[in-house]
């Protein structure tokens, strides 16, 4: 037996000790090394030894042990989640804190920040997935100093990405798509055959030709009709005499049942009564879920209010004149502020237990955005002057249509507003954002000459221009009723037509 078959055999046998028992001969290697002057050892023996060990510690075999990267919940109402983009690649260092990829929550793209240092190993939910749940797997780092090439990547299950939901035509099923039809090679038929075909209304299609080329003969359409009268009845018979022809029809899908309304085909001009399905963003699904949660679970009430904005108008002007710039929106979020300080009755949510009462004031702003609406949160809003909840509205508005809101930022408020004045609306009812209990739809200005009141210098009313403007407050019946929300309104209107009422508030 030559030196190097024996080196190899005494390679294997460490191998497999060291399977069966790995403590057994890490105890032996031990003794071995401590009596290493007692017991001699020959060559192949310590290299069997430091080949194993080598061998079983190596990354290359065992790989590089990952740290896991999760899909995280990044509002209180998030199931899953859409990658947007990676802000980091394969290979590249991680510190805690850094912005590894930005995710659409069901309220706004929010950036996902590391939480442990190491080295971006191997993404494994890339750019563009859709429907991703919380929890699930996206990525895989290794920590410093690691061979970020040879990390062990786990069994991955597969990512299902959401599913719309069926069509109101047909709940059951979804809508098939239409295909173009194959084409059809014409049937060769005998004259036999066609009289046969025609006298029992047959389908000409139903028949298997047994003919030469193709041909469909009596014997075939006879086997047909057999077979009809055993498995069910004919269909009645044609007239003698052939009917007009008629247009051709789109064909049927394969299910045997046709789509209504028509689905359209992509390329082609559309047709009456198709449609092109859209898909809907997180953002859009949880809307409508909210949505449809307020106007079925929470009794809505609307009370309105006209307020003169005269006094707020001058002021703006002398304010501009000071270089200070404020809208008529800050001074109704600071009038709202001021009036839930004075009635704090009003600042009220519904919780699972019951009517809540608030500490804080904090006016969720409505913004529009290509995404869908959402609610920034303008925070203690009592305790701040005009120019720092413009500042503030202004700053959180750009961070809303950019979708890069922190969950902190639109989550928690107590009251919402919601201006359309800048679109021209005049008076309009919104929906309540729950838990909270109101919400003020403001309209746009109008000017508009009324009668005044008598005043002291003169007993006759007189003509005078005032700037109106509507505001509805809709409220949950629950918790402010008509009695309470009409003094809110009315205390609303005396705090923004007498503007310096405010920085006293």
Sequence with gaps: MSTSKCCKDTVMASCIRLL???LRLMI??????SQSKLIPH????WSASWTCRHLFQSSSVWGVAPLKVQMPALSPTMEEGNIVKWLKKEGDVVEAGDALCEIETDKAVVVMESNEDGI???????EGSRGVRLGTLIALMVGEGEDWKEVEIPRLDPITPATAPPTAADPASPVAPIHPPATVKALRLSPAAR?????HGLDADLVTPTGPRGLVTKEDVLNLLNQRGKGQAAPPARAATSPAPT????AAPTTGRPTYPPVSVPGKPGAPGTFTEIPASNVRRVIAQRLTQSKTTIPHAYASVECDLSAVTKLRKYLAKENIK???????IKAAAATLREMPEVNVIWSPEGPRALDSIHISIAVATPRGL?????KDAANKGLQEIASSAKALAQKARDGKLLPEEYQGGSFSISNLGMFGISGFSAVINPPQACILAVGSTRTEVRLTEQNQDSLTPVLCTQELLTATLSSDGRLVDDELASRFLQKFRSNLEQPQRLSLA
């Design 120 to 126: 971006l190993a191997k993404i494994l939910v890339q």
């Design 374 to 378: 959402i609610t920034p949160i303008i």
């Design 195 to 199: 009289h046969i075909l025609d006298t």
């Design 28 to 33: 032996t290697h031990n003794a071995l090394i």
């Design 326 to 332: 404020v809208s008529v929106n800050d001074f109704i």
């Design 247 to 250: 247009p051709p029809q789109p």
């Design 20 to 22: 069966r028992g790995p």
């Design 42 to 45: 020959s060559k192949s023996q």
